[in-house]
């Protein structure tokens, strides 16, 4: 990316009447720039993070620092703080002629101000973290990666001139003539997907090419640093490509593993250090992993299980009585250590699976090799990628009307 930095504006010096530091497009080297900076200071504190094994509530701020020089190129370039309105919402709150309405910027935008920021600073945090998170399954990080960079790829790609006619007229959208999917798309907007895709495409390769060293059984493995790093790609180019909104819908399948964590992360339920999926000696299969409860669980935690159980996000099991001591052994979980028989309560949980999208899928797809694993949260990566392109070109233009910049 270092001996890259010069390409972007060889044209420039290609020019037959130069350029002079007046006409250098010196915005556009900043945002380069302060990306680059970033995205190599994330790297670096990864890179840290793996040496020292920081704790999680450490560890949290340290995206946050390394995006303080993108924050700052954003502010400093008139960074937008409008947030657009769904149209009819809009329009109702238009006929209430709310002068006083702060923030009011227009039918159907309103500046939130400061707090657009404090949205923006958590961007990277979720991002680097969200993919950290699933860390411990061969391929699992770099698959996530790999199929987020090309969704972010392709969607560079709608904003650039650079179509075939033909296609663009077999499918009848777009400006064929200026090979545009979207017409409107021109000028500053065009610079800023370029540049996007500037990071995107060197990152697919570097995804692609780990994955080959780690997919199962693994050679390589990436830790926080490969996760810092490619989280923090995709903050910097969505912040810097005022595209924040759209990187959040291919973050699906994570935003899911993320509320099914809460309970465990906020104290709701037991979180062990680490909840991958067991692995089965005997059968070479990846199974739940359990959250096992010594004694009777507080209230909030056997009514926040209940209601999970209840639309099918974990499995619990309980105790059955009556059941005389010789029986009750073969019902114990595993490493489950026996109850004193005056605790014994019927329908008493002894056990949970753990709150993670891995586990959710193995409750409800049985037990699979590591590989078949990794495919599948592959597929659902890739099929929430296409969920978010139906939303953001197609649903979105009807919920907030016209073209959505």
């Not at 002629?97 to 039918?107: D, I, R, S, T, V």
């Not at 490509?241 to 992360?265: A, E, M, R, Y």
């Not at 507080?298 to 010789?326: F, I, N």
Request: charged share 15%; glycine share 8%; proline share 8%.
């Amino acid at each position: 990316m270092m001996l890259f930095i010069p390409f972007p504006f060889s044209h420039l010096f290609s020019s037959s009447d130069g350029v002079g530091r007046e006409a250098f497009p010196q915005g556009e080297l900043t945002l380069y720039l302060s990306s680059l900076l970033s995205l190599l200071t994330a790297t670096l504190l990864g890179f840290i993070d793996d040496l020292f094994d920081i704790r999680w509530r450490h560890k949290l701020p340290i995206p946050l620092i390394a995006a303080i020089p993108t924050l700052l190129v954003y502010y400093s370039e008139g960074g937008w703080t409008n947030v657009v309105l769904p149209s009819s919402f809009g329009s109702f709150i238009s006929t209430l002629n709310l002068p006083f309405l702060p923030g009011w910027a227009g039918p159907k935008v309103v500046d939130v101000g400061a707090l657009y920021y404090v949205y923006l600073a958590m961007l990277p945090t979720f991002t680097t973290n969200s993919i950290n998170i699933l860390a411990g399954v061969n391929g699992v990080e770099a698959t996530q990666a790999l199929v987020i960079a090309a969704s972010v790829a392709l969607n560079d790609l709608i904003f650039l001139p650079v179509w075939p006619r033909a296609l663009l007229v077999a499918l009848g959208i777009g400006n064929p003539h200026e090979g545009r999917v979207l017409e409107w798309a021109a000028g500053e907007v065009v610079k800023r997907h370029l540049m996007s895709l500037y990071f995107m495409l060197p990152l697919i390769g570097v995804c692609a090419g780990f994955l080959w060293h780690n997919w199962y059984p693994a050679r390589a493995f990436p830790g926080d640093t490969f996760c810092y790093f490619t989280g923090m790609a995709f903050s910097a180019v969505a912040i810097q490509g005022h595209f924040s909104k759209t990187l959040i819908l291919f973050f699906i399948p994570q935003i899911f593993n993320f509320v099914l964590s809460c309970p465990q992360l906020f104290g709701l339920v037991d979180c062990p250090r680490h909840r991958l999926p067991h692995y089965n000696t005997k059968t070479g299969l990846l199974e739940p992993s359990l959250t096992l409860f010594e004694k009777v669980p507080p209230a909030k935690t056997r009514l926040t299980l209940e209601a999970l159980e209840l639309v099918g996000l974990v499995r619990l099991d309980r105790l059955d009585p009556p059941v005389e001591p010789a029986v009750r052994a073969k019902h114990d979980v595993r490493g489950a250590p026996p109850l004193a028989p005056a605790r014994r309560r019927k329908g008493q949980i002894l056990s949970s699976t753990n709150l993670t999208i891995l586990n959710f899928v193995l409750v409800h797809f049985g037990p699979m090799h590591e590989r078949t694993l990794c495919l599948v949260v592959g597929g659902v990566q890739a099929a929430s990628s296409a969920l978010a392109f139906a939303v953001r070109y197609g649903i979105g233009s009807l919920v907030y009307g016209g073209d959505r910049r």
